[in-house]
Nanobody, 117 residues
Framework: VQLQASGGGLVQAGGSLRLSCTPSGSIASINYMGWYRQAPGKERELVADITNDGRTTYADSVKGRTTISRDNAKKIYLQMNSLQPQDTAVYFC?????????????WGRGTQVTVSS
């Protein structure tokens, strides 16, 4: 599985961005996808995720202003509103597969989100 993330950029505080992640390869084996972020000097953290049956999880810091969604081709989106400087980070797309009992984790290359105050 390969993951191509896009949509990052520079935005002013209060603005919005929509990130996209397009999987390719063995996408039928994907059972989970999510967005993580890593700010300078900090550990990578979950932003939001979505399972094959549509269940979603959000970090407390983004609840109410962020929506993760998915289309039929398993492309996922992260709509982020009311962005704040603390949302500045590199955002990574993540996918997980289970094939013959073997669990694999895949990461995209990341897209930079910078929120100016």
């Amino acid at each position: 599985v390969q993951l191509q993330a896009s949509g990052g950029g520079l935005v002013q505080a209060g603005g919005s961005l929509r990130l996209s992640c397009t999987p390719s390869g063995s996408i039928a084996s994907i059972n989970y996808m999510g967005w993580y972020r890593q700010a300078p000097g900090k550990e990578r953290e979950l932003v939001a995720d979505i399972t094959n049956d549509g269940r979603t999880t959000y970090a407390d810091s983004v609840k109410g202003r962020t929506t993760i969604s998915r289309d039929n081709a398993k492309k996922i989106y992260l709509q982020m509103n009311s962005l704040q400087p603390q949302d500045t980070a590199v955002y990574f797309c993540n996918a997980r597969t289970v094939v013959n009992g073997l669990r694999m984790v895949y990461w995209g290359r990341g897209t930079q989100v910078t929120v100016s105050s």
